[in-house]
Nanobody, 125 residues
Framework: QVQLVESGGGLVQAGGSLRLSCAAS????????MGWFRQAPGKEREFVAA????????DYADSVKGRFTISRENAENMVYLRMNSLKPEDTALYYC??????????????????WGQGTQVTVSS
């Protein structure tokens, strides 16, 4: 089982940028597809972005497409989420997730069996 720790959240004004990081340990990181999810107060957790084991495939929720970029550095056991043009509606607790797999992208919470504790992102208007 891989352990995940997110960092990089904070308070930012609308239109600003943040980069979230997720550090993985305890597993062969390159064997895991990775995802970012978020949960706003009073709402269900939702998919944000996904990246394949090797990093060659990515996908995004429509709400963040063109503003967010997911990437990974397998040699450093890290996955990132670069968030630009932030909006107040991006305010949420952001989670990193991992799934042991041979290939593919994954979009649903139950596709992942390893989760971090989350990092808070707050966007002020």
């Amino acid at each position: 089982q891989v352990q995940l720790v997110e960092s990089g959240g904070g308070l930012v004004q609308a239109g600003g940028s943040l980069r979230l990081s997720c550090a993985a340990s305890g597993g062969t990181f390159s064997s895991y597809a990775m995802g970012w999810f978020r949960q706003a107060p009073g709402k269900e957790r939702e998919f944000v972005a996904a990246i394949s084991r090797g990093g060659g495939s990515t996908d995004y929720a429509d709400s963040v497409k063109g503003r967010f970029t997911i990437s990974r550095e397998n040699a450093e056991n890290m996955v990132y989420l670069r968030m630009n043009s932030l909006k107040p509606e991006d305010t949420a607790l952001y989670y990193c997730a991992a799934r042991l797999t041979y290939s593919g992208l994954y979009y649903r919470e139950y596709d992942y069996n390893n989760w971090g504790q989350g990092t808070q992102v707050t966007v002020s208007s």
